[in-house]
């Protein structure tokens, strides 16, 4: 059974074009946070998400928290090349002291020039 | 140099020997874990441990073991490797309740079991 759903799981765009990928969950998260891997390297932090219905933004990057803590979404405006890589999200249901993360598999996004 | 650093970045090596992948980090971080990750399956939690003392099993612990030397140090040891057990491994550390930090990944090791 997988905890963290992502979709799509492969996504192939053009540059200037905006994308939307998601995480889905039957369980409730305390936090959720997203990764972006770029090939031969470890994934690398861009946000953490707490609070239910919370939006943040980084640059061009949304990232949304659902009401019920059991989803989110990432949001890309005008994709650039260097968006290119493998997008994680990945919870904490235990939340405090007990704080392990659970990974979803990833959507590969590449943005073509 | 890196916060978290491991080594060797790749190995081969023949079913059978046994191997150790090392992980030391320069953040201060107690926790430390260690992924795997497969195309098609993403990172699996091998196993995790809180402080110096304190080791536990993931989700997918068996085939392998851990040694926790000191705060910096967290070592992964195949006592047998297999060749099922090709694939990418990482290591990992965050802060105590790192809900708001989130994990720093080290770069990775492949492993190819032959």
């Known amino acids: 059974t997988q905890l963290l759903k992502q979709s799509p799981q492969f996504l192939s765009i053009q540059e200037g074009e905006n994308l939307t990928v998601y995480c889905n969950s039957s369980?409730?998260?305390?936090?959720l946070q997203w990764y972006r891997q770029e090939p031969g390297e470890g994934p690398v932090l861009l946000v953490t998400?707490?609070?239910?219905?919370e939006v943040k933004k980084l640059k061009r990057l949304t990232f949304q928290f659902g009401d019920a803590r059991k989803d989110s979404s990432l949001h890309i405006t005008a994709a650039q090349t260097g968006d290119t890589g493998l997008y994680l999200c990945?919870?904490?249901?235990?939340?405090?002291?007990?704080?392990?993360?659970?990974f979803g598999k990833g959507t590969l996004l590449t943005v073509n020039p | 140099d890196a916060d978290v650093t491991q080594t060797p970045r790749n190995r081969i090596t023949k079913t059978g020997k046994r191997i150790m992948l090392e992980c030391s980090q320069t953040?201060?971080?107690?926790?430390m874990y260690w992924y795997r990750q497969d195309p098609g399956l993403g990172l699996r939690l091998i196993y995790y441990?809180?402080?110096?003392?304190?080791?536990n099993k993931g989700e997918i612990s068996d085939g392998y073991s851990v040694s926790r030397q000191a705060q910096a140090k967290f070592s992964l040891s195949l006592e047998s490797a297999i060749p099922n057990q090709t694939a990418l491994y990482f290591c990992?550390?965050?802060?105590?309740?790192?809900?708001?930090?989130?994990?720093?990944f080290g770069s990775g090791t492949r492993l190819t079991v032959v």
């Open positions: 953040k201060g971080h107690d926790r």
């Open positions: 990992a550390t965050s802060v105590g309740t790192g809900g708001n930090y989130g994990y720093t």
């Open positions: 998400v707490v609070t239910g219905g």
């Open positions: 369980s409730v998260f305390s936090s």
């Open positions: 990945a919870g904490d249901r235990s939340g405090g002291s007990n704080y392990k993360l659970t």
């Open positions: 441990s809180f402080d110096v003392k304190d080791i």
